[in-house]
């Protein structure tokens, strides 16, 4: 996460040194994630077979994300941008103790912002890409994220402030099951540089 964190501060400090008109953007938001239950089906050896779903019921956890976006297209009432969030999430826990995983989100999408030179400037964002569990089996998965949030201007010319939700909606770690679906929504605030 640190070299993520330097990476960010290193791409805005260039981009504001070479005279970049606000074109692009960094954000840091840290905040905490959300699971619903991860599925695990019950294998049936004879039929008929009934047994219903089990739930696994996932930890809440303090989550970090990187974001950098790319304006693509600007209107005076919106402006489109390619976006490329990153989240970390580590030590998770599912099930009780014993049960732990860390997971990772890479999920490039776009980004639509609602009156961007506003004060407040709401945004939805959808996107789609890979997620990776870790731990005792770790995984990757297709991932979808869809969220929304808003930025706020500051008085300092290039840091805004933002606020956000974003789902990240993937197959469930291999330690806790091979074919459950699980939502993992993010909640968080933080920090965005405009370059």
Partial sequence: MRKLVTFLFLLAFLAVQKGVA???EAAFSV?????????VGVVCIAAPCNFP?????????????GTLAARLLDAKAASLSLEVPLVGIP???????????????????VKLNFFPKAGLSPFATVGGGLAH???????NSAALQFGG??????????????GEVRDFYTASPNSLSDT???????IGGGVVFKF
């Fill in 133 to 139: 569990f870790g731990g005792d089996a770790s995984n």
């Fill in 180 to 186: 459950g679906r699980m939502h993992n929504v993010f």
């Fill in 22 to 24: 606000q074109k692009y």
């Fill in 149 to 162: 949030g808003v930025d706020v201007k500051t008085r300092l010319p290039h840091l805004g402030l933002r």
């Fill in 53 to 65: 779903t089990l739930h696994i019921p996932v930890a809440k956890k303090v989550a970090f994300q």
């Fill in 91 to 109: 030590g998770r826990e599912a099930g009780g103790p014993g049960l732990r995983f860390s997971s990772f989100f890479f999920t490039p999408g």
């Fill in 31 to 39: 905040g905490g994630v959300v699971a619903t239950d991860a599925q």
